[in-house]
């Protein structure tokens, strides 16, 4: 089992930035892909960028590409995701998620363990 607690959610102007963070335990980080998505109300819960297990390859949704970075520090089993020039439709909850893997590579699906989420509200 593989527990995941994300922070750093919270409200935004419009064109403004907030980084999340998202602890892990349980398990050896080291096995880990991980990767960030969001869900919005009615919606359904979409990929945003993913982070192999080295933190040398790293996939990101079109929508986010340069302005979202992903990225890991092993030492403190946490996975972060800089976002920066946020839209008022990026609101939503943003989940972080753990893929165990033997090998390298992102992944936008498939994922094992999910946290709770943490609100992002980004205001107009």
């Known amino acids: 089992q593989v527990q995941l607690v994300e922070s750093g959610g919270g409200l935004v102007q419009a064109g403004g930035s907030l980084r999340l963070s998202c602890a892990a335990s349980?398990?050896?980080?080291?096995?880990?892909?991980m990767g960030w998505f969001r869900q919005a109300p009615g919606k359904e819960r979409e990929f945003q960028a993913a982070?192999?297990?080295?933190?040398?390859?790293?996939g990101y949704a079109d929508s986010v590409k340069g302005r979202f970075t992903i990225s890991r520090d092993s030492a403190k089993n946490t996975v972060y995701l800089q976002m920066n020039s946020l839209k008022p439709e990026e609101t939503a909850v943003y989940y972080c998620?753990?893929?165990?893997?033997?090998?390298?590579?992102?992944?936008?699906?498939?994922?094992?363990?999910w946290g709770q989420g943490t609100q992002v509200t980004v205001s107009s």
């Open positions: 349980g398990r050896p980080f080291s096995n880990y892909a």
């Open positions: 982070i192999s297990v080295s933190g040398g390859s790293r």
């Open positions: 998620a753990v893929k165990m893997v033997t090998g390298g590579g992102w992944y936008q699906g498939g994922y094992d363990f």
